[in-house]
């Protein structure tokens, strides 16, 4: 894995902050990748699912509404789902707070591409590519024991406590999910979770998105298309500012976040898993001109030194399996060289038949 980025690192907020009238042709998209606003009424009309979590917890329907959004969306929106609203907040306030702080402050955290763990500017390491309109800061959560803590930022005062107390709650909800998710799948309520190493050697990370303001949105993404590879994410998003667009078809559906609502999305490994049943669906995210926009995604992700592949019992004569099995830490790598592309990742494991 390379060790350092193939060109210096800008970052697109204190690009932003020059004031440039245009967006300097290092972000400008191909034709064919650029965002589309102006949906048709009935796209406009159409949402991801949205499921009261008091609703599927334990119940028999709640689990048909999850199988439905799981594999029809890849994507849901979660209320009720138990974590604090005000942490959500504080938490997701603090690292606004922390984007805030100076240049220099941030780049005491400057990432690489070995770990990712810090604060970044790009996915990938392709010279020349085409570079995405925000800057993000990474860190690894799980298992406890791969935390650097020297990576963690120590501004503003409160900011270490905040993502302990919101990981703590969030990887509780993903433990929940991940029962829920088995059952839906007709499977016994811990085996996903077994499949995925067990509770005590899952992974998770934390990636909280800045979006800057951008002086010519139609030219450029925020984040390019791209599918999660790991297990399951929980997005929170920017309680103002929409931006995040999810594949139906052939176009793109904006995602109108419900106040106090998590998202939830299927990543690639459960898409594996599920053998294809459940589906890790495109997205990417979109800029605007007047106002910033900052996102948590925390991704909960299978231990990453065992071969992930379809599950044995969802394998069937009518269903073989789908995928060949791969270890995470080896799917990652190669999804951080070359940066987000679409679905090309989890297709390059399709059994030919
Ligand atoms: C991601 C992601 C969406 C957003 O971080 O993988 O898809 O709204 N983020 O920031
Ligand atoms: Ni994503």
New binding site residues.
Partial sequence: MATCWPEPIVSVQSLSQTGVPTVPNRYVKPAHQRPVFNTTQSDAEMEIPVLDMDDVWGKPEGLRLVRSACEEWGFFQMVNHGVNHSLMESVRGAWREFFELPLDEKRKYANSPDTYEGYGSRLGVVKDAKLDWSD?FFLNYLPSSIRSPSKWPSQPPKIRELIEEYGEEVKKLCERLTETLSESLGLEPNHLMKALGGEDKVGASL?T?Y?PKCPQPHLTL??SS?S?PGGI?I?L??EKVA??QVRRGDGWITVKSVPNALIV?IGDQIQILSNGIYKSVE???IVNSGME?V?L?F?YNPRSDIPIGPIEELVTENRPALYKPIRFDEYRSLIRQKGPCGKNQVDSLLLSR
């Fill in positions: 993000y990636r998105n979006y925020g984040l791209h999660d994410t997005l998003p920017d931006g995040l999305n997205h990417q995210v926009r996102s995604a991704f």
